[in-house]
């Protein structure tokens, strides 16, 4: 069974930075794509980043040249780096990982920026 597990959220004022992990177990982790969703009170979740079994990766245009994702394949672990964090930024940080067309979620992480 597949786990998904993120971590690395909390509170931070805005301009500072937070690393969110993601590690996902009981599948083979280079081969899932994973995807950071967030979702803020009262809105639906959006994408934020997502990272291929091959490397690439894409960005929501309201992150771009300020989150970067990168994945450690030796520790089945993705990464967030959230650096330049807005209050807009508030929201819970949901991670998931597909492989083989199914998909697992994580129970999310809560990012707050505060002003």
């Known amino acids: 069974q597949v786990q998904v597990v993120e971590s690395g959220g909390g509170l931070v004022q805005a301009g500072g930075s937070l690393r969110l992990s993601c590690t996902v177990s009981?599948?083979?982790?280079?081969?899932?794509?994973i995807t950071w969703y967030r979702q803020a009170p009262g809105k639906q979740r959006e994408l934020v980043a997502a990272?291929?079994?091959?490397?690439?990766?894409v960005y929501a245009d309201s992150v771009k040249g300020r989150f970067t994702i990168s994945r450690d394949n030796a520790k089945n672990t993705v990464y967030l780096q959230m650096n330049s964090l807005k209050p807009e930024d508030t929201a819970v940080y949901y991670c998931?990982?597909?492989?083989?067309?199914?998909?697992?979620w994580g129970q999310g992480t809560q990012v707050t920026v505060s002003s």
């Open positions: 998931k990982a597909v492989i083989g067309g199914y998909s697992s």
């Open positions: 009981g599948s083979i982790f280079s081969r899932n794509a």
């Open positions: 990272v291929s079994s091959a490397g690439s990766t």
